[in-house]
């Protein structure tokens, strides 16, 4: 007969400790790399002469590729080890680091892209997990602070990057190596713990059925559709291998998976979106005004990113106070007043738009994997990476390449319309996972006379800016999407976290948990 699985939790030992702000030093390793490649984006988009789509392709590769590794090494995880995980991310952040430093065209940059995601979803495959296991009464929280790890990075890393002026962007991009070189001296000695799911006794294939053949399905068409597009795959293959996966998911557990959990990946594709397909592209959208007001436009994510890591140490309080659903609802508000003010402010007012933005996105990410991780802890690790891992599938696939997409689209419709011939001079046919369009072909532009220049900035600037005022609209549906969940809870009683127990156990004083029992 089992014991309490909670009884055999590791308690926040000091090794526990050191092991949480080891994973905190490998989130911002991720976040370094996240930075680099988004402050230099116009230099290598310019020396390889990349479109705003190939270059939003680059930054998508940056992030979907994330999903292929925290799912894989979340079906495995329990039966590898952490440590094992740790060491083959720690191997895919160097070595991309080098193909980056090596590149010279547009593939081997997607190449590097492509490993430094790779190492990135392995850090959250056993970051998540391990913290959620150590504080298995405060997820929200710990969850929260490691992930103050990400836009920590953004921040240092950013200001770094800036303070390095006009060296080559290649120099920029070598700062990933920084605290890469801590996680690897903090972590390599470290034990790590065993899941909370293992040690309640709950089975692989129960821990599967948490996600379900609709979760399947979900993950794995986006992961073989962008995999299909960058083989050449046939449309009707990619669609059969998505099929094959779906059906004998569901075969092996017998389960469409929990309604609720599917729920929370849908709502995850308009919130990596706001949060990180924004991300990838607020440098280039805000800089032809902040280059008026004389600041570097990278200050503004830099900004942003210092709000987030300022306040996530404080979502536990605002999380009870409010309940995480709450906290979730409040901000998608926020968020979306946040980015339509961002897309017509001018001068001062960027500073106001912005923190409304910072303030909005701040608790996103790492408020969904907590309630996530407390809703369904019989789904261990898959539950939470496979959430991680759509949400940067959907930014991967579908927000970066679309908001550059919408830009390019953008300055199609407006150039053809104000200057014809201009239009016909600089744009080439391309084509995308989006439909064809015409590009501003760089080489073309550095052609063109002064005042012409001018007109195609004019216009590039506007269709940016346009397309912040398209996202915003994301954070919106969220808002309502959790509005319904709060009213779904409450004629339940209330939100609960879920309390994985193998016997009944003296109740915990001054919480109130839902209890299962396995």
């Given at each position: 007969?089992?014991?309490?699985?909670?009884?055999?939790?590791?308690?926040?030992?000091?090794?526990?400790k050191?092991?949480?702000?080891?994973?905190?030093?490998?989130?911002?390793?991720?976040?370094?790399?996240?930075?680099?490649?988004?402050?230099?984006?116009?230099?290598?988009?310019?020396?390889?002469?990349?479109?705003e789509?190939?270059?939003?392709?680059?930054?998508?590769?940056?992030?979907?590729p994330?999903?292929?590794?925290?799912v894989?090494?979340?079906?495995?995880?329990?039966?590898?080890?952490?440590?094992?995980?740790?060491?083959?991310?720690?191997?895919?952040?160097?070595?991309?680091?080098?193909?980056?430093?090596m590149?010279?065209?547009?593939?081997?940059?997607?190449?590097?892209?492509?490993v430094?995601?790779?190492?990135?979803?392995?850090?959250?495959?056993y970051?998540?997990?391990?913290?959620?296991?150590?504080?298995?009464?405060?997820?929200?929280?710990?969850?929260?602070?490691?992930h103050?790890?990400?836009?920590?990075?953004?921040?240092?890393?950013?200001?770094?990057?800036?303070?390095?002026?006009?060296?080559?962007?290649?120099?920029?991009?070598?700062?990933?190596?920084?605290?890469?070189?801590?996680?690897?001296v903090?972590?390599?000695?470290?034990?790590?713990?065993?899941?909370?799911?293992?040690?309640?006794?709950?089975?692989?294939?129960?821990?599967?059925?948490?996600?379900?053949?609709?979760g399947?399905?979900?993950?794995?068409?986006?992961?073989?559709?962008?995999?299909?597009?960058?083989?050449?795959?046939?449309?009707?293959?990619?669609?059969?291998?998505?099929?094959l996966v779906?059906?004998?998911?569901?075969?092996?557990?017998?389960?469409?998976?929990?309604?609720?959990?599917?729920f929370?990946?849908?709502?995850?594709?308009?919130?990596?979106?706001?949060e990180l397909?924004?991300?990838?592209?607020?440098?280039?959208?805000?800089?032809?005004?902040?280059?008026?007001?004389?600041?570097?436009?990278?200050?503004?994510?830099i900004?942003?990113?210092a709000?987030?890591?300022?306040?996530?140490?404080?979502?536990g309080?605002?999380a009870?106070?409010?309940?995480?659903?709450?906290?979730?609802?409040?901000?998608?508000?926020?968020?979306?007043?946040?980015?339509?003010?961002?897309?017509?402010?001018?001068?001062a007012?960027?500073?106001?738009?912005?923190t409304?933005?910072?303030?909005?996105?701040?608790?996103?990410?790492?408020?969904?994997?907590?309630?996530?991780a407390?809703?369904?802890?019989?789904?261990?690790?898959l539950?939470?990476?496979?959430?991680?891992?759509v949400?940067?599938?959907?930014?991967?696939?579908?927000?970066?390449?679309?908001?550059?997409?919408?830009?390019?689209?953008?300055?199609?419709?407006?150039?053809?319309?104000?200057?014809?011939?201009?239009?016909?001079?600089?744009?080439?046919?391309?084509?995308?996972?989006?439909?064809?369009?015409?590009?501003?072909?760089?080489?073309?532009?550095?052609?063109?006379?002064?005042?012409?220049?001018?007109?195609?900035?004019?216009?590039?600037?506007?269709s940016?800016?346009?397309?912040?005022?398209?996202?915003?609209?994301l954070?919106?549906?969220?808002?309502?999407?959790?509005?319904g969940?709060?009213?779904?809870?409450?004629?339940?009683?209330?939100?609960?976290?879920?309390?994985?127990?193998?016997?009944?156990?003296?109740?915990?004083?001054?919480?109130?948990?839902?209890?299962?029992?396995?």
């Amino acid at each position: 007969m089992a014991t309490a699985a909670t009884a055999s939790v590791p308690h926040a030992s000091a090794e526990n400790k050191w092991i949480f702000w080891g994973c905190f030093i490998a989130l911002v390793a991720t976040s370094f790399g996240f930075i680099a490649r988004v402050l230099t984006a116009s230099e290598w988009g310019a020396e390889f002469g990349l479109t705003e789509t190939q270059v939003g392709e680059i930054l998508g590769a940056g992030l979907w590729p994330f999903a292929i590794s925290i799912v894989l090494f979340s079906l495995v995880i329990d039966q590898i080890g952490y440590k094992a995980a740790m060491w083959f991310g720690l191997i895919c952040h160097t070595l991309s680091t080098v193909i980056i430093l090596m590149a010279d065209n547009y593939s081997m940059m997607y190449l590097g892209t492509f490993v430094l995601a790779l190492g990135s979803g392995t850090v959250e495959a056993y970051a998540n997990p391990v913290v959620a296991t150590v504080f298995p009464r405060e997820k929200v929280k710990w969850l929260n602070m490691l992930h103050a790890g990400w836009p920590g990075g953004l921040v240092f890393g950013g200001i770094i990057a800036i303070a390095m002026g006009d060296l080559y962007w290649k120099y920029k991009i070598g700062i990933i190596l920084i605290p890469t070189v801590i996680y690897a001296v903090m972590l390599a000695a470290r034990h790590f713990p065993v899941n909370e799911r293992v040690l309640a006794g709950v089975s692989y294939r129960d821990m599967l059925r948490e996600v379900g053949a609709v979760g399947a399905f979900i993950a794995a068409s986006m992961i073989i559709l962008q995999i299909g597009q960058i083989f050449r795959f046939a449309p009707a293959l990619s669609w059969a291998l998505v099929a094959l996966v779906t059906v004998a998911y569901g075969a092996y557990t017998r389960s469409a998976g929990r309604a609720m959990f599917i729920f929370f990946l849908l709502i995850m594709i308009p919130l990596a979106t706001t949060e990180l397909g924004v991300d990838s592209w607020i440098t280039t959208l805000m800089s032809g005004e902040m280059t008026r007001m004389g600041i570097n436009a990278g200050w503004v994510l830099i900004y942003t990113s210092a709000i987030m890591l300022v306040l996530r140490f404080f979502a536990g309080p605002i999380a009870h106070s409010i309940s995480p659903l709450g906290l979730l609802a409040v901000c998608a508000g926020i968020a979306a007043v946040g980015l339509f003010a961002l897309s017509t402010a001018t001068g001062a007012m960027i500073l106001i738009a912005a923190t409304l933005y910072g303030l909005g996105k701040t608790f996103f990410w790492p408020t969904t994997l907590g309630v996530v991780a407390e809703q369904f802890p019989r789904g261990g690790a898959l539950t939470m990476n496979v959430i991680g891992g759509v949400g940067m599938l959907a930014v991967g696939v579908i927000g970066a390449p679309i908001m550059g997409y919408v830009q390019d689209r953008n300055v199609d419709n407006n150039l053809r319309a104000e200057a014809p011939a201009l239009h016909q001079q600089i744009t080439v046919a391309k084509n995308s996972i989006f439909g064809d369009y015409r590009g501003v072909n760089p080489q073309a532009v550095g052609a063109l006379a002064p005042a012409e220049q001018q007109t195609l900035a004019s216009v590039q600037e506007r269709s940016q800016k346009d397309a912040l005022r398209t996202i915003a609209f994301l954070p919106i549906l969220m808002m309502l999407c959790y509005i319904g969940l709060i009213m779904y809870f409450r004629a339940r009683g209330g939100y609960r976290p879920v309390e994985l127990v193998s016997a009944p156990e003296a109740p915990v004083p001054g919480a109130e948990r839902a209890t299962v029992q396995v």
